[in-house]
């Protein structure tokens, strides 16, 4: 059965992750420009606010203390809690059209960040790797692109792939990944869901599985990717097949992750902004965080190495 979070209402919640030393959740309110956290019991937690200048797309927490965050316009450093935000790269991109969305580290501590065209009127979002490793000058290189809302980000356990969602082509995306190198090669499709029917509401008959959005990987090395407006999660083999879908309370789920000390704690973000008040009435824990109980545990977080 979920669990609602206390005190957990988002506009839009996204980029949800575990941090093991502290044994809190962080996630991000995007258009309420707020970074959040637990802080005490997981149960009965109190959440801390801090607001930011731009839209956050995603975050990671760093090994050496503090927080990356991809703000609308480029990737910043932050060494603690509420602290300065210093800009350590900028991608040369219309800032009035086009901002960070989804991301995190992989697992050699490269921070992974891809961006949203918000006029969805061309396939130039593309997906970037930070690597500031050693203490080395930051550098960025652009990983994988022609996409409208980059999502789905996630990262096999044996380093050898990496998936990543255009959640507007409905399409989720493999590349086999040599990861020392940090080379992609062998593109192709892993699993592309049907479009939105037309005129179709949470309230028709028609079926509408929903459109990828945020993913996460367990122990197994099975895709967990939240389908907007469909309502669920779905979990998905190496190999394609969907092994199983987990509905939700909400309409709108938008980023899974793995936490709790044994990692079999699933939280999912959620989303109310934008959505019909007869939606949000029948799904009062829209924007809110759920989680839910898994027999399969997720893997640990990985933090940004600078």
């Known amino acids: 059965m979920w669990t609602t979070l206390n005190d957990s209402l988002s506009q839009l919640g996204e980029s949800p992750f575990w941090h093991p030393a502290e044994r809190s959740l962080y996630w991000l309110d995007i258009p309420g420009r707020a970074v959040l956290r637990t802080r005490g019991d997981i149960a009965r937690p109190e959440i801390e606010r801090w607001n ?5 797309g995603c975050m990671a927490p760093a090994r050496t203390g503090g927080l990356v965050i991809a703000l ?7 060494r603690e809690w509420g602290g300065e935000l210093k800009p350590i790269a900028r991608v040369d991109h219309d800032v009035r059209t086009m901002r960070f969305n989804d991301g995190k580290c992989d697992p050699l501590g490269r921070f992974w960040a891809g961006t949203l065209n918000e006029a969805k009127d061309r396939t130039n979002a593309a997906l970037y790797c930070l690597d500031a490793r050693g203490g080395r000058a930051p550098t960025l290189t652009q990983m994988a692109n022609e996409a409208t809302t980059a999502n789905g980000l996630a990262f ?3 380093d050898t792939t990496v998936y990543w969602a ?7 995306r493999a590349w086999t990944w040599a990861a020392r190198p940090n080379r992609l090669s062998n593109p192709r499709v892993f699993r592309q869901f049907g479009d939105k029917p037309a005129g179709w509401t949470a309230e028709s008959l028609v079926r509408y599985e929903g459109r990828p959005d945020g993913a996460t990987i367990d122990a197994a090395g099975h895709y967990w990717v939240a389908m907007f407006e469909g309502g669920q999660l779905l979990r998905f083999a190496p190999s394609g097949e969907q092994v199983s879908a987990l ?3 909400v309409q709108c789920p938008t980023m ?3 936490g709790g000390d044994d990692l079999r704690t699933l939280f999912v973000t959620t989303a109310r902004r934008g959505r ?4 949000l009435e029948q799904r009062p824990a829209s924007g809110h965080v759920l989680s839910i109980r898994v027999a399969t545990p997720g893997l640990p977080v990985r933090f940004f190495e600078d």
């Open 52 to 56: 930011v200048p731009t839209e956050p």
């Open 276 to 279: 019909p008040v007869a939606e």
């Open 156 to 158: 096999s356990p044996d």
């Open 247 to 249: 509905p939700t309370p």
């Open 166 to 172: 255009d959640t507007a082509a409905h399409r989720v």
């Open 72 to 78: 609308r316009d480029g990737v910043y450093r932050t």
């Open 256 to 258: 899974p992750c793995f």
